[in-house]
């Protein structure tokens, strides 16, 4: 009687081999070693004739679609009689439940949030009033897996050793999402043009984004940031990998690896050398921490890692950044890979600024403190909130503590020096002076501006000197895209004062203010438009120079978007859903959009709404179906040409 042997034969790619790992052959019931793959039978039913087989994938598998193959093999001459292809396809990704992965997160709360919550917030505007921007994430929805492992095929190639790891994987996905390097997901523009495309401040989540790739295979436009982020998360999430979004407001861009950003300045006429600045501050920038241990490092700097897709500079020739530890970024352990300096640049350079005097010598200014606050994620749910809610939104996790020791303690200024010493060629300018100065200012903050009304802008000067202290003074106010770049064109306002304080026995204290009108800022206003105070200030009889700035955001009253449906659905049964937007402005709004979209519940779908009246209501009904049971949530978008970035959202509990 001949007698056969059972074999399962898995392979990936186009010329699977056993030597690299990309075709296995198991035997049914070898021995189970940990770490290598297994196939054994558990269960056998109808006298063993059907049988229930368990395969042991390697916490390193390689990640992707893998064949599999059934083959009948004699045992008397090992030869093959019979294969059967199976003719689905085997998704093999990482897994964080896995102690041998090293993307392995043991905490189940954690794991929840990181890698299935499928919704989530993004949070944008300045660090003195922060706004959370509903995400669909969507990670489980049609296409989207597919999409991911599309990317991983353009980015590796033949090259399958590399997606072993999710040390490479998550390099490869920060180059990826953008179109720079191998026709990526998205093309980034922050020029305010979006004619032949889609304005970054209309998407609501990354499902379409990934959707229209998949199909076309070309570049979706446009994205900034906080979309190149969000893909980021669905693409990591979706691939198995630990991942949220992660806000940093005043977020610097060292263009030259200095790790400090300079700014220039000419006395004469008290205006910024624009042409001169290649470093910059933006206003708020999103990237992504992902959650793995980096074996490749010392021990210790596992853990969160920070990626960016958000194409900056280029690494090793590729627009990409990360993984860096978060532990490396804090404790200023620049030469750890990868593109550490420049991520500690982001949260915790030194801003210098240069002031060009008459006699053409420059005179600098050190700002300690100015780059890297309240570095923002939305915090997971059943995990408490750390020194109590947060004024703005009580899902805004404040994690600056794991980038950066608390600004201007002497663990920060070592953490400072230490990178300094690593990245600073000797030939750079001593600017760490420890001279002591008479006069202080103090630009007085401002949160924002409600759209419509006048605003001040206050410089406060105190002096203590002994003698009279002569100050020359400009004061300005400038247009600026979130990425710290002045818009074209002239300032709003500039003037320029002199004040003279004489000695007194206290400290004497005077304010100088600057008024601006809607009159003269309303027609600098443009799509995520933020304005800058700026103020430069010179004492004449000791040189001291003092350069401040102060950035806010225009708010209009009243811009939300209402969702109104009902607490709880069933799968299957239809639901309508209403959402309204009240125009809050005294002109009529056009071409108006509504997007609406949630995992489980609704696919990106947008419906045109054309003009809406002056302080007049838009509103638009849908029908839809659940699809899936459990806490969903339905996320609806408003944009016009007048108004962007307006989001909503309502948590609907589905049945079975």
Same mark, same amino acid.
């Given at each position: 009687?001949?007698?056969?042997?059972?074999? $399962?034969?898995?392979?990936?790619?186009?010329?699977?081999?056993?030597?690299?790992?990309?075709?296995?052959?198991?035997?049914?019931?070898?021995?189970?070693?940990?770490?290598?793959?297994?196939?054994?039978?558990?269960?056998?039913?109808?006298?063993?004739?059907?049988?229930?087989?368990?395969?042991?994938?390697?916490?390193?598998?390689?990640?992707?679609?893998?064949?599999?193959?059934?083959?009948?093999?004699?045992?008397?001459?090992?030869?093959?009689?019979?294969?059967?292809?199976?003719?689905?396809?085997?998704?093999?990704?990482?897994?964080?439940?896995?102690?041998?992965?090293?993307?392995?997160?043991?905490?189940?709360?954690?794991?929840?949030?990181?890698?299935?919550?499928?919704?989530?917030?993004?949070?944008?505007?300045?660090?003195?009033?922060?706004?959370?921007?509903?995400?669909?994430?969507?990670?489980?929805?049609?296409?989207?897996?597919?999409?991911?492992?599309?990317?991983?095929?353009?980015?590796?190639?033949?090259?399958?050793?590399?997606?072993?790891?999710?040390?490479?994987?998550?390099?490869?996905?920060?180059?990826?999402?953008?179109?720079?390097?191998?026709?990526?997901?998205?093309?980034?523009?922050?020029?305010?043009?979006?004619?032949?495309?889609?304005?970054?401040?209309?998407?609501?989540?990354?499902?379409?984004?990934?959707?229209?790739?998949?199909?076309?295979?070309?570049?979706?436009?446009?994205?900034?940031?906080?979309?190149?982020?969000?893909?980021?998360?669905?693409?990591?999430?979706?691939?198995?990998?630990?991942?949220?979004?992660?806000?940093?407001?005043?977020?610097?861009?060292?263009?030259?690896?200095?790790?400090?950003?300079?700014?220039?300045?000419?006395?004469?006429?008290?205006?910024?050398?624009?042409?001169?600045?290649?470093?910059?501050?933006?206003?708020?920038?999103?990237?992504?921490?992902?959650?793995?241990?980096?074996?490749?490092?010392?021990?210790?700097?596992?853990?969160?890692?920070?990626?960016?897709?958000?194409?900056?500079?280029?690494?090793?020739?590729?627009?990409?950044?990360?993984?860096?530890?978060?532990?490396?970024?804090?404790?200023?352990?620049?030469?750890?890979?990868?593109?550490?300096?420049?991520?500690?640049?982001?949260?915790?350079?030194?801003?210098?600024?240069?002031?060009?005097?008459?006699?053409?010598?420059?005179?600098?200014?050190?700002?300690?403190?100015?780059?890297?606050?309240?570095?923002?994620?939305?915090?997971?749910?059943?995990?408490?909130?750390?020194?109590? $809610?947060?004024?703005?939104?009580?899902?805004?996790?404040?994690?600056?503590?794991?980038?950066?020791?608390?600004?201007?303690?002497?663990?920060?200024?070592?953490?400072?020096?230490?990178?300094?010493?690593?990245?600073?060629?000797?030939?750079?300018?001593?600017?760490?002076?420890?001279?002591?100065?008479?006069?202080?200012?103090?630009?007085?903050?401002?949160?924002?501006?409600?759209?419509?009304?006048?605003?001040?802008?206050?410089?406060?000067?105190?002096?203590?000197?002994?003698?009279?202290?002569?100050?020359?003074?400009?004061?300005?106010?400038?247009?600026?895209?979130?990425?710290?770049?002045?818009?074209?064109?002239?300032?709003?306002?500039?003037?320029?004062?002199?004040?003279?304080?004489?000695?007194?026995?206290?400290?004497?204290?005077?304010?100088?203010?600057?008024?601006?009108?809607?009159?003269?800022?309303?027609?600098?206003?443009?799509?995520?438009?933020?304005?800058?105070?700026?103020?430069?200030?010179?004492?004449?009889?000791?040189?001291?120079?003092?350069?401040?700035?102060?950035?806010?955001?225009?708010?209009?009253?009243? $811009?939300?978007?209402?969702?109104?449906?009902?607490?709880?659905?069933?799968?299957?049964?239809?639901?309508?859903?209403?959402?309204?937007?009240?125009?809050?402005?005294?002109?009529?709004?056009?071409?108006?959009?509504?997007?609406?979209?949630?995992?489980?519940?609704?696919?990106?779908?947008?419906?045109?709404?054309?003009?809406?009246?002056?302080?007049?209501?838009?509103?638009?009904?849908?029908?839809?179906?659940?699809?899936?049971?459990?806490?969903?949530? $339905?996320?609806?978008?408003?944009?016009?040409?007048?108004?962007?970035?307006?989001?909503?959202?309502?948590?609907?509990?589905?049945?079975?």
């Amino acid at each position: 009687m001949v007698k056969y042997d059972v074999k $399962l034969l898995f392979e990936i790619g186009g010329f699977p081999k056993p030597t690299k790992g990309t075709s296995v052959s198991l035997s049914l019931n070898d021995k189970q070693v940990p770490g290598r793959w297994w196939a054994g039978v558990k269960e056998k039913k109808e006298g063993g004739m059907v049988c229930t087989i368990g395969v042991m994938t390697p916490p390193d598998c390689i990640v992707g679609k893998w064949k599999l193959k059934l083959l009948l093999v004699s045992k008397a001459d090992k030869q093959t009689v019979s294969t059967y292809v199976y003719p689905d396809l085997f998704y093999i990704i990482f897994n964080p439940w896995c102690k041998e992965d090293l993307v392995y997160m043991e905490d189940e709360l954690l794991r929840n949030e990181y890698v299935l919550n499928d919704t989530g917030k993004i949070y944008c505007g300045t660090s003195k009033d922060i706004r959370a921007k509903v995400w669909n994430f969507g990670q489980f929805e049609d296409n989207v897996l597919d999409c991911c492992m599309l990317l991983l095929n353009k980015g590796f190639k033949t090259k399958y050793a590399g997606r072993k790891s999710p040390i490479s994987v998550s390099r490869k996905i920060s180059a990826l999402v953008n179109e720079q390097n191998d026709a990526g997901v998205l093309v980034g523009n922050w020029s305010g043009d979006y004619d032949d495309g889609t304005s970054p401040t209309k998407w609501v989540g990354s499902v379409r984004i990934l959707e229209q790739y998949y199909k076309t295979k070309k570049a979706v436009k446009y994205g900034q940031c906080w979309v190149f982020s969000g893909v980021v998360t669905t693409v990591c999430r979706a691939l198995g990998i630990p991942c949220r979004s992660v806000t940093n407001f005043k977020s610097a861009h060292d263009s030259d690896g200095s790790i400090t950003i300079d700014k220039h300045w000419d006395y004469n006429t008290g205006k910024s050398l624009d042409e001169m600045d290649e470093d910059s501050i933006w206003n708020f920038h999103v990237w992504n921490d992902v959650w793995m241990a980096r074996p490749d490092l010392p021990s210790g700097f596992g853990g969160w890692q920070a990626i960016d897709a958000t194409p900056q500079e280029t690494s090793d020739g590729v627009y990409c950044a990360g993984p860096a530890s978060l532990l490396a970024i804090r404790v200023g352990n620049v030469t750890l890979p990868y593109d550490t300096p420049f991520i500690y640049a982001e949260v915790n350079a030194d801003r210098i600024h240069w002031t060009k005097m008459p006699d053409g010598t420059w005179l600098s200014t050190l700002d300690k403190e100015y780059v890297g606050k309240k570095i923002s994620t939305k915090r997971p749910k059943g995990i408490p909130q750390q020194g109590g $809610l947060s004024r703005v939104d009580e899902d805004r996790q404040d994690i600056t503590n794991t980038y950066k020791f608390e600004e201007g303690t002497s663990s920060e200024r070592a953490s400072v020096m230490i990178a300094h010493q690593a990245t600073t060629p000797s030939s750079m300018p001593d600017v760490y002076d420890t001279s002591v100065h008479d006069v202080k200012f103090e630009l007085v903050d401002k949160e924002f501006v409600t759209i419509g009304k006048p605003f001040d802008i206050e410089l406060r000067v105190t002096s203590s000197a002994a003698a009279p202290r002569t100050i020359d003074v400009t004061i300005g106010v400038t247009s600026m895209y979130y990425t710290g770049v002045p818009r074209p064109g002239p300032k709003i306002k500039t003037e320029k004062y002199k004040v003279v304080l004489e000695p007194q026995g206290a400290e004497q204290v005077k304010s100088i203010v600057l008024t601006v009108t809607p009159e003269e800022y309303l027609a600098h206003m443009k799509d995520q438009t933020t304005f800058k105070a700026g103020c430069l200030a010179l004492v004449e009889e000791t040189n001291q120079c003092s350069v401040l700035d102060d950035d806010f955001s225009l708010r209009i009253p009243g $811009l939300d978007i209402h969702v109104e449906a009902p607490e709880t659905a069933q799968v299957g049964k239809e639901l309508k859903v209403d959402i309204s937007f009240t125009n809050p402005l005294n002109k009529p709004l056009t071409k108006c959009e509504f997007t609406v979209e949630g995992p489980g519940l609704q696919k990106p779908h947008i419906i045109s709404h054309g003009t809406v009246a002056p302080r007049g209501k838009a509103s638009v009904s849908i029908s839809l179906k659940p699809l899936k049971p459990g806490s969903r949530e $339905l996320l609806a978008g408003f944009d016009c040409k007048e108004l962007q970035d307006v989001d909503g959202s309502r948590t609907i509990e589905v049945s079975k």
